[in-house]
């Protein structure tokens, strides 16, 4: 009876803990919120509608949803509306509201502006991280210049002097943030200083490639060749991006053992033929007999004898005329 009791019992703790530790989770509400303009593209002064999602991904009712606080540049008169007055959502429930507010001349100088904001319930919230957004409001039409060095360092993050040695030889492009619109090129002088001139206001992406010795530490950890970059209408061209760069061994080409066998097996016929004939360099100068495998030992023998031969025939006519002489 005791161990049924106990079998009894760990079952009930089984089948109540996970429920227990469910209603631990969500003793306050996950308020989740996303944002998104009403545009692609402002113009100074423009009015602007940004929409609102929020979202109770609790079990737990929220009570008195509302805006906690949050930064904003290049915008004026942002109202909230029921982000500023409150409104309850049940759970698992949506709702979507809207601030709306104007672009201003900063907005232009710097080719966009922003709002960002974080919403709350008077019954707390269970995750601060999903809980905040923000919404980037482009505005086109000013231009700027924008220059920098790229310097001699040993890490990403070494700092530029005006006595540091710069990299000379760099190219460096400058596109659209997302890489997909090329603006203009630059090359690194002997001080290692590059300059873009009318480049429109907003994120630039700069990417770096160095010549043969070096590598660019510019991103996280050093590890990238390119880095972002603000353009704004109003600022002035003294240089404000600074990149190192790491002397490293040059690599040299390297002929791979099949690269060498090809070339071998392509050489021609006739190449290969004139070598194996051309005579040594110890030869003689003259012009050499062809060789024919035969034994010439027979041949110098036979010549001998001919010889010989001819020498006797040659005594005995004289001896056979002196005696007819006689």
């Known amino acids: 009876m005791r161990k049924l009791a ?34 692609a593209n402002y113009a100074e002064g423009e009015t602007f509608t940004i929409t609102v999602t929020v979202t109770n991904k609790s079990s737990v009712d929220a009570k008195h949803v509302h805006y906690t606080g949050g930064d904003s540049e290049g915008v004026d008169g942002v109202a909230y509306g029921e982000l500023s007055t409150g409104f309850d959502l049940a759970a698992g429930a949506t709702k979507t509201v809207q601030i709306t507010g104007k672009t201003n001349h900063v907005a232009w100088q710097s080719g966009y502006g922003f709002v960002a904001f974080a919403l709350a319930a008077d019954n707390g919230e269970a995750n601060d991280a999903d809980n905040i957004t923000s919404v980037r409001l482009l505005v086109a039409g000013a231009f700027g210049d924008l220059g920098g060095y790229v310097f001699q360092g040993e890490s990403d993050d070494a700092e530029w002097t005006p006595r540091t040695p710069g990299v000379p030889g760099v190219k460096v492009v400058a596109t659209s943030a997302d890489g997909k619109t090329k603006y203009a090129e630059a090359v690194t002088d002997a001080k290692g200083l590059f300059r873009f001139a009318h480049l429109p206001a907003g994120d630039v992406l700069l990417t770096f490639t160095a010549p043969a010795g070096w590598k660019i530490l510019a991103g996280e950890n050093g590890e990238e060749d390119h880095t972002l970059a603000q353009v704004r209408g109003d600022d002035s061209d003294e240089p404000r991006v600074f990149v190192p760069a790491k002397k490293v061994a040059a690599s040299s080409p390297t002929v791979s053992p099949s690269a060498t066998a090809t070339a071998t097996a392509t050489a021609s016929p006739s190449a290969s033929a004139s070598a194996s004939a051309a005579p040594s360099a110890s030869s003689s100068a003259g012009p050499g007999l062809p060789v024919t495998g035969d034994n010439t030992m027979l041949f110098v023998g036979a010549a001998a004898v001919a010889v010989a031969v001819g020498i006797a025939l040659v005594l005995v006519a004289r001896r056979r005329r002196v005696h007819l002489q006689a």
């Open 6 to 39: 106990a079998a009894a019992l760990v079952g009930v703790l089984v089948a109540v803990l996970p429920a227990t530790a469910a209603l631990a989770a969500d003793s306050k509400p996950d308020i989740a919120v996303t944002s998104a303009a009403d545009k």
